[in-house]
């Protein structure tokens, strides 16, 4: 080192230390000039000195420009703009979303694991609002949020397609998280990073409209929903219901809660988008709700009675986690009649401890095992829905367990072989515990080789069952398979994975799929039980890992089920072609079981075809059942649906060059709005890690869809309806990113389009027009920089 680099080290060295002095005794420049930040001292707010209400005024920006990127447990920073609680709480410097955490964390739940800014900042959150005295002039220059928004007015959204690689769109990002402290140095660092990031400018009346009401102290002037006293009544009538002294009604009511806890539950008789959790709670109906608040839904609630309480939402509805869920009078007599009316007794409540409470085979195994599957077919998309969108289903690594798009369908509650449940289960209770029994800092080797050793056992006694119960008369037919009724149109479901986010709707949705699972009710629960209630997105690496791994043995299980179906000459072929290149064990899982089942199906088959050929009949057998809401309806125009036709039949090379999830807007058609799914080819998923290494872009291929799918669009095409061919075309036509650029040159609504925002709430009202009661705001943190 140079003596003048040495002298200026030396300089900046001492700078440094006697300003970081200086702070220590004098505080910071904004200590200095408004004070000692604290929550307490926003708590004088009054809603009287308010020109702007948040309420009516500011909320429905923030929903539109902000919460669709920062909702919920991904936002960045952790930063919450879907309610102004979230505000209040502010934004964190740790993600929740991390790999390779070795210790779980405390978890920062929205309205959960604490309920004031004071309470917030304990748990190192730091205020977007001013905490200081609380001037007009200190409302902005000590709050964070409006030196986000006025930074992007100093530096506004570059004007380039695609915006610069620097800017950075991955989910997995590193961020940067500064306190009001810390902006200056970092809008130094990072000129393009005010907010909305990545996105259009806020208009002026917008801007405007935030900065007034921050200026005026940022108040919520937001009022409870009012209801009337029938409202009231059906609410008070559901507590009164739950809450039952008899036990045997608060074994319902645990049962309920853990399968219902991640719910948007609404009622006929309510005001339309009104939706309720369903809580536990210290005190009984009647009294203000006092929230037990445990990283799992069956964990000790530490009191002597818990009491299943309704408790308003608070916050906007984001169509990445609203699984809406229907309580009406029928509901409850659906209940009764399932929990109720049948003939057992609960002569003591079960336990709490971790090892009891996460084997629900065990904790209910008071309540037969056929009403608590009747329960769970009844609804069966919300039950696959809360793997879906609960907190486990976020990034790569979570979701290369599931295949890119295939059915689903489920074993017949009627079936014979279903009477001998309640027994088989009494047996094998301990080979099905979950990985979830070892808490939230789990061993990632040592657990898993305990839970795969307890599945294998369990794999065994159900092959040895079905040899014994298929040994006489018993067929291996489609009678196995739930028909719905001929009218619950759960009984069929199409599950898409679009890389890192997945979507799951009723039907049979898009051509033949490679694969199909057939799931029973031992498969449901433990799916369940494995990543929704048991799942900790808190825990550390062991617990995540462990969830993912066991998670393979139901994937394949389920697999196997279908292919039980199938002649026994060709389940093996099936299998090993859905493995391609699978590590031994996942290989040999298909021979190993169809070797040890040593039974033919019972299905007379006529073609060289016997996959297509089954996949035919259950849509005959399900047909009265099946819902059809995504089939492309015809519009009027031989062309139009032609070229329509014409774009869902590409696949290939061309087509790997399509993001995983896109709107397409036509104009002027009676239904203008469509989902472009990209179904990815992969040579298996039996593995961890290396997606890419995996893939078969020959294999790819694209599913249209009536109307919207997913929750992360990744792209929005707008084109007129004379263009529709010219589109098809380019997209057919696609061999370089040259190309796709060129499509989205002409077609597209990028990123950085000056029509985005208008774009954007078209489309986001289409959706609340047709999905009143399931819509809610997409995120945009997928969305794709070409």
């Given amino acids: 080192m140079s003596d003048l680099k040495k002298i200026r080290f030396v300089y900046i060295l001492f700078l440094t230390v006697f300003f970081a002095g200086c702070s220590l005794f004098l505080g910071t420049p904004l200590d200095q000039l408004h004070g000692l930040s604290s929550p307490q001292n926003r708590i004088s707010k009054t809603k009287e000195l308010a020109t702007v209400s948040y309420q009516h005024d500011v909320k429905p920006i923030l929903e539109s420009r902000c919460v669709v990127c920062h909702g919920c447990y991904d936002s960045p920073c952790q930063l919450d703009l879907s309610s102004h609680e979230g ?58 949020m409006y030196k986000m928004l006025r930074l992007k007015r100093e530096y506004p959204q570059p004007k380039v397609s695609p915006l610069p690689p620097s800017l950075g769109f991955s989910p997995h990002r590193k961020q940067s998280c500064p306190k009001i402290e810390e902006f200056d140095a970092f809008a130094l660092d990072f000129p393009s990073a005010g907010m909305p990031y990545g996105l259009p400018d806020l208009t002026d009346d917008e801007y405007n409209t ?80 006092d929230l037990v608040a445990t990283r799992r839904p069956y964990d000790d609630p530490k009191v002597t009675r818990v009491y299943y309480r309704l408790q308003s939402v608070r916050s906007s509805i984001l169509a990445k986690t609203h699984m809406p869920y229907l309580l009406n009078q029928q509901r409850m007599h659906r209940y009764t009649e399932l929990f109720l009316s049948p003939e057992y007794k609960v002569k003591i409540l079960p336990s709490y401890e971790a090892k009891t409470a996460s084997n629900p085979f065990e904790t209910f195994s008071a309540i ?21 969108k609960g907190p486990v289903c976020r990034g790569q690594s979570a979701l290369n367990v599931i295949n890119e798009r295939f059915w689903l369908v489920f074993i017949n509650p009627e079936h014979p072989m279903l009477e001998l449940a309640d027994n088989f289960l009494a047996k094998e209770i301990q080979n099905l515990s979950l990985p979830a029994a070892e808490t939230s800092n789990a061993l990632p080797i040592t657990t898993w080789l305990k839970y795969s ?40 479901l199409t599950i898409f994975r679009h890389f890192n986010n997945a979507t799951v709707v009723k039907g049979f949705v898009g051509d033949e799929p490679k694969t199909v699972m057939v799931l029973g009710y031992l498969l449901l629960e433990r799916i369940h039980y494995l990543l929704v209630s048991g799942y900790d997105i808190y825990g550390n690496i062991g617990h995540q890992i462990n969830s993912r791994l066991y998670m393979d043995f139901l994937r394949m299980e389920g697999e196997f089920n279908f ?35 040593g039974r033919d199906s019972d299905i007379q088959y006529k073609t060289k075809n016997p996959k297509s050929e089954l996949l035919d009949m259950l849509k005959n057998h399900l047909s009265p059942a099946l819902n059809r809401d995504h089939e492309i309806k015809t519009t009027g125009d031989l062309q139009v649906d032609q070229q329509l036709k014409r774009l869902s039949q590409i696949e290939g090379p061309s087509v790997f060059l399509l993001p995983q999830s896109a709107i397409l807007y036509i104009e002027d058609l009676p239904f203008p709005v469509y989902t472009l799914i990209h179904n990815n080819g992969m040579k298996n998923i039996s593995e961890l890690f290396g997606d890419d290494d995996r893939l078969l872009p020959e294999e790819d291929n694209l599913t249209l869809v009536q109307g919207f799918l997913g929750a992360y669009p990744n792209a929005f095409y707008r084109i007129a309806q004379h263009e529709l061919k010219a589109f098809v075309d380019a997209v057919e036509g696609l061999e370089r990113e040259e190309d796709y650029q060129a499509l989205l040159a002409r077609f597209g609504v990028r990123r950085n389009d000056p029509d985005f925002w208008k774009h954007s709430d078209e489309v986001q009202m289409a959706y609340y027009q047709s999905a009143p009661i399931e819509a809610g705001l997409f995120d945009y943190s997928r969305l794709e920089n070409r």
Avoid: C
């Fill in 210 to 289: 935030l900065v007034t009401w921050l200026k005026e102290g940022a108040v919520n002037d937001e009022t409870d929903v009012l209801l009337s006293s029938a409202s009231k009544a059906e609410l008070s009538a559901w507590e009164r219901f739950l809450n039952d002294d008899r036990l045997k009604v608060q074994l319902m009511s645990r049962y309920l809660y853990e399968h219902l806890f991640l719910a948007n539950l609404y009622f006929d008789n309510l005001p339309p988008r009104h939706f309720f959790k369903l809580v536990r709670s210290r005190t009984p109906p009647g009294e203000a709700i």
């Fill in 563 to 597: 292919l039980t179906l199938l002649p026994e000459k060709i389940r093996v072929k099936q299998w090993e072609h859905w493995y391609r290149e699978a590590k031994p064990q996942a290989l040999n899982y298909g021979k190993v079981y169809s070797d040890r089942l």
């Fill in 87 to 144: 505000i209040e709480r502010g934004a964190h410097k740790t993600n929740v979303y991390q790999k390779g955490r070795p210790f779980a964390i405390k978890p920062t739940r929205l309205f959960t694991d604490a309920h004031t800014p004071a309470e917030w900042r304990k748990l190192k959150f730091f205020p977007v609002l001013n905490e200081r005295n609380q001037t007009k002039k200190a409302n902005l220059e000590a709050s964070l």
């Fill in 453 to 492: 050793a307890l599945e294998k056992k369990y794999a065994d006694a159900k092959v040895e069952a079905m040899r014994a119960f298929f040994d006489g008369t018993q067929k291996i037919s489609l009678d196995l398979i739930w028909d719905g009724e001929g009218k619950n149109d759960n009984a069929a």
């Fill in 368 to 388: 037969p095992a056929k009403s608590r599957y009747r329960f769970l077919l009844d609804e069966a998309e919300f039950l696959i829905m809360n793997f879906i």
